[in-house]
Every structure is written in structure tokens, then in C-alpha cells.
Nanobody, 120 residues
């Protein structure tokens, strides 16, 4: 059984910062990529940032220069540092991991989501 547990969401004023963390647990044999997605009310879930096992990253255009994704390979944890937050960043943020459990099937796993609200 694999679990992804997010933390770090909350309420912040425009221009502020938050850091999201996602910790994995379970019998993970390989992690190919980890990332963050978000879903605002009435909108589809969208990619925010992703980091693959070699360290390459990609970001949504709307967050480039403001958000930074990083990964602690030893702890199988992924972080999302969010700076200069805007009202339009308000959403539920979900952690995603593309991984293999016990050398079995490779598939995506999702966290339960953490709310980020940017408001004055």
C-alpha cells in the first residue's frame, strides 16, 4: 500500500509564500516522477510542476519564476515552494507520484489534496 501525504497548505495574502510538502510511504521500488497538480472550483485539474528522477523539471507557464519544485530522493519527498502568490493560485493542490511498488506494476498515485487560499 502506497500513501502520499501532503502538508503545508493554508491561507495567505497575495504576494505571500507557502511551501507544500508531500511524503510517500509504502514498499516503493522506483519513483520515476513526482509532481503537483491543482484544481480550482469549476476547473479541471492542471499540472503545476513536475520533477523526474533525473532532476529535470517542468512548470506551468502561470507559475514559472514563482514556484520551485524539489525532491529529497533519500526521503522520497517532494516540495513545492510557492512565492509571490496570486489570488488565481487558489485551489486544492494534489501530490502525484509515478512509481512502481515492490517491482510490480508502474502507475500513478495521488494524495488527498491540500487547500491553498490566496486572499486579502
Amino acid at each position: 500500500q502506497v500513501q502520499l501525504v501532503e502538508s503545508g497548505g493554508g491561507l495567505v495574502q497575495p504576494g505571500g509564500s507557502l511551501r507544500l510538502s508531500c511524503a510517500t510511504s509504502g514498499s516503493i521500488s522506483s519513483i520515476y516522477a513526482m509532481g503537483w497538480y491543482r484544481q480550482a472550483p469549476g476547473s479541471q485539474r492542471e499540472l503545476v510542476a513536475r520533477i523526474i528522477s533525473g532532476g529535470s523539471t517542468n512548470y506551468a507557464d502561470s507559475v514559472k519564476g514563482r514556484f520551485t519544485i524539489s525532491r529529497d530522493n533519500a526521503k522520497n519527498t517532494v516540495l513545492l515552494q510557492m512565492n509571490s502568490l496570486k489570488v488565481e493560485d487558489t485551489a486544492v493542490y494534489y501530490c502525484n507520484a509515478d512509481l512502481r511498488v515492490n517491482w510490480g506494476t508502474r502507475r500513478d498515485y495521488w494524495g488527498q489534496g491540500t487547500q491553498v487560499t490566496v486572499s486579502s
